[in-house]
């Protein structure tokens, strides 16, 4: 039988995926007397969060582990429910290794999607699968995650349909005197220098054609810091050799502190759309560098939300299609006062009902050795889990405690070494070679 207070562990690979972890943990928990019980892990790696931005998100700090350590806890600390908030190949990595190491009595394993879909569609779904519940964060997600499981032959009636956990805060109200402008930025759309240059010029132009207007330029990350996406040519860096207006800022912080005082959020493809349509912000879509998969705004076709920087110059604000935000799991007319929580409750109850069960069937991935003998090798060993890692008592025994920390120290230098090359010399080289 399940505790009075399901215990939940959390698991997030960045800063972006443990926002979204620790806030699904939080909604998907079945009624229990007093707050939900929730252990955050953060899994080692390029992108592990710095202390300000888990401070940012306002959530606690996680326990930084490697995917075995990881394993072990839940093993040892008997989880009834693991969320797993990872990027796709992680997620199956760790299906299997709960497939094979979680014990007797396994907990009840929940993932998702942090943001918007607009690509790797299928691959990103079949390596969730196998997971008791995957997340939709819209009906339209609800419906194109189902078409695909049942596209291939997998079992779909693990989608349960929610929404993005972090839409809420106050309804936008105008301030007279008052027209705040936010572009949003990201860190890997647009990737092109001249594109993201010329994002800035025509941001910085809109400043100094609009003196009466705060123009914010609202940055994901600090300079040093990872974020979900690798950030190659940052906005700040490439902003030093612009002369920028007086009413053109950047800022960081939280974007939902940041929405509290915008009049017009303008994006490439951001989620902060979402967002920001969740509270009734006006929103821009930009075309102005096209509509095209590669920048994510092809998601927005039909929302009404896509113009230009032309357009915006001249006053024109888009009008969002009703339609099209109901389809999006955004609705801006009551959803910041009736909350997040109603949107979750078919996810409560399927986590409630799995909780019941006491006894829940082998997690069952469709990606087998034998459906994908050619990939899932593959996958398994760039998240390699070692058994004796996974297994073995905290301190190890004799020699083979020994070994296992000089192991744990050299790799420890190795990720070091390789977030260096990924964040700072690659990009300096993928630079040199575009001379």
């Known amino acids: 039988m399940p505790s009075p207070t399901p215990r939940i562990a959390v698991l997030a690979d960045s800063d972006t995926r443990w926002k979204w972890g620790a806030l699904t943990a939080r909604r998907i928990a079945p009624p229990a007397p007093g707050a939900p019980d929730i252990t955050g892990y953060a899994l080692r790696g390029r992108a592990t969060p710095t202390a300000r931005q888990l401070a940012e998100a306002g959530l606690g700090t996680p326990r930084e582990v490697t995917g075995a350590e990881f394993l072990r806890a839940v093993r040892d600390e008997a989880y ?9 190949g992680t997620v199956q990595a760790l299906l299997h ?24 569609l299928a691959d990103g779904l079949l390596l969730r699968h196998g997971a008791d519940v995957v997340l939709a964060n819209s009906p339209y997600d609800a419906r194109r995650f189902r078409a695909v499981y049942e596209g291939v032959g997998a079992d779909p009636s693990a989608v349960v349909e929610a929404r993005l ?7 936008h109200r105008p301030v007279p005197g008052r027209h705040t402008v936010v572009f949003a930025a990201q860190p890997s759309v647009p990737a092109a220098r001249a594109d993201r240059l010329y994002l800035l010029r025509r941001l910085a132009g809109h400043a100094r054609l ?36 007086p009413n053109l800022r950047l800022v960081y912080g939280h974007m939902g502190a940041v929405l509290d005082r915008t009049d017009l959020l303008v994006t490439v493809s951001s989620t902060a759309a979402l967002e920001a349509l969740h509270r009734g912000v006006p929103t821009a879509v930009l075309t102005d560098l096209g509509v095209r998969e590669a920048l994510g705004n092809h ?20 009008v969002p299609d009703g339609a099209w935000l109901a389809d999006q799991g955004v609705d801006p007319a009551g959803a910041p006062h009736t909350g997040g929580d109603a949107a979750f409750a078919q996810a409560r109850r399927r986590v ?18 034998t459906s994908a003998p050619g990939y899932l090798p593959g996958i398994l060993a760039r998240h390699r889990l070692d058994e004796a890692d996974a297994t073995a008592p905290p301190g190890g025994r004799g020699a083979r405690g020994v070994r296992r920390v000089l192991r744990d120290a050299a790799r420890g230098a190795a990720r ?4 260096h090359g990924v964040q700072h010399v690659a990009p300096v080289i993928r630079r040199l070679g575009e001379l």
Do not use: C, M, N
Request: hydrophobic share 40%; proline share 10%; net charge neutral.
């Open 210 to 245: 609009h003196p009466e207007r705060e123009v914010l330029l609202k940055l994901r990350s600090r300079p040093g810091e990872h974020t979900t996406h690798i950030e190659e040519l940052p906005y700040q860096k490439l902003a030093r050799a612009l002369p920028l207006p």
């Open 416 to 419: 070091g070494a390789y977030r």
């Open 299 to 318: 998601h927005f076709i039909g929302s009404g939300l896509l113009t230009s920087w032309d357009r915006l110059d001249a006053g024109e604000e888009p």
């Open 97 to 120: 290794g709960l497939a094979e190491r979680a014990g007797a009595r396994r907990p009840v394993v929940v993932t998702g999607y942090v943001g918007v879909v607009y690509e790797k």
């Open 165 to 171: 956990p972090f839409l809420g805060g106050a309804p």
């Open 352 to 369: 409630a009902e799995l909780l019941e069960r006491g006894s829940l069937p082998p997690i069952a991935p469709y990606y087998t050795r």
């Open 80 to 88: 009834d429910v693991v969320v797993l908030a990872l990027v796709g």
